[in-house]
């Protein structure tokens, strides 16, 4: 464990804006100057076309972008590369398994199934779907505390329904699913299970063939790695039977007048000339998580969790969203507070250096289930420190007043 690792002082950012209380982890990570370096080196040094070329620096470029490939099929325990998929982030991770599988795989009258906790980016590419397919489109509801039961989703799975699509941290709540025994379930009912990792993967380890989820996305970005690198895990059967999503040059075999044969996985699924620069700097944040552990992360994250939480609920205006327990928020606590609108929330924060995130964290049938309209988010990452918390508690108490309450 290289706890130094957890310092700010490894994020250039926060020597540009010394004062900065970044709280805003779960819309994007800052990167580590190691992450930023990895970059600067491939272009300098590693850059030319991946996969095409036979020259030298090509082919350093291709090596370079797919040890980034094994370095994510370690990272999060796949059986093999052909499983990981490129992609600009899990958004396009999760149309691409809603455009290729959904709509070779799902027909007329058949359901897919979707937790009331996702975000829009799980939850759009399935109605587009049900819509054009003439499938049905249902939700698992959780409760006030964000809780999804087992039973539940047993109960909502019926002989039509094709695919769950689920998130295993929710942006909103920060509450982990069970996404092994979701998995079990819908595998006994033969419902293919569709992972949102966007949220877990940075925070926890998630070991795909353990969990033997059918598809898993996450984005790089959200795990200091540079934004436009993005991940989609599918089991090599299931990839191997969907046809392309997005067509052009690298992803082809052989091409004629008349058509075209397809490369082999993962190649099929990444058209065009692929972010390299991006991966390797995925490449790097994976490095940079693994030399500082899981167990440091985590660590370090339920302690500062548990902190603003324990401080936020002092504070009899404060109402936080989920459940009652800091140790079931994961970094993510999300609040309203009475008589001050969300955006106004954000704006005196910011006032006072402090980055939260307002609105409705595209989670809005959650945001509407649980009854609210938009909301204030702090996510934490192990980068945050205590006085980080403190200041937004500080933020926290004078809120009201400024707004020209008493207290
Ligand atoms: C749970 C979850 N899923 C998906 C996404 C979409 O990620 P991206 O915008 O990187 O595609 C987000 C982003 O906030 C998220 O929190």
Redesign the pocket.
Known sequence: MATDLLAKDNFPVFREYPDLVYLDN??TQQKPRRVMEAVEQYYRAENANPLRGLYDLSVKATEAYEGARAAVRAFIHAHDEAEIIFTR????SLNLVAYSYGRTFIHEGDEILVSIAE?H??LLPWQILAKEKGAVLKYLECDKQGAFSVEALQSALTEKTRLFAV?Q???LLGRVNPIKEFAAVCHANGTVIVC?G??SVPHMPVDVQELDVDFLVF?G??MLAPMGI?VLYGKKELLERMPPFLSGGEMIEYVTREGATYAPLPHKFEAGTVNAGGAVGLRAAIDYINELGFAAIEQREAALTKLCFDEMRKLPYVHIIGSDKPEEHCGIITFDVDGVHPHDVAYIFNSRGVAVRAGHH?AQPLHRHLGYMSTTRVSLAFYNDEQDVMQFIEGLKILRRSMGYNE
């Open positions: 779960s819309a982030n899990a958004s396009e975000h980016s799980n998130t941290i929710s942006n949102d966007a949220q984005s970005h959200k993005g595209c």
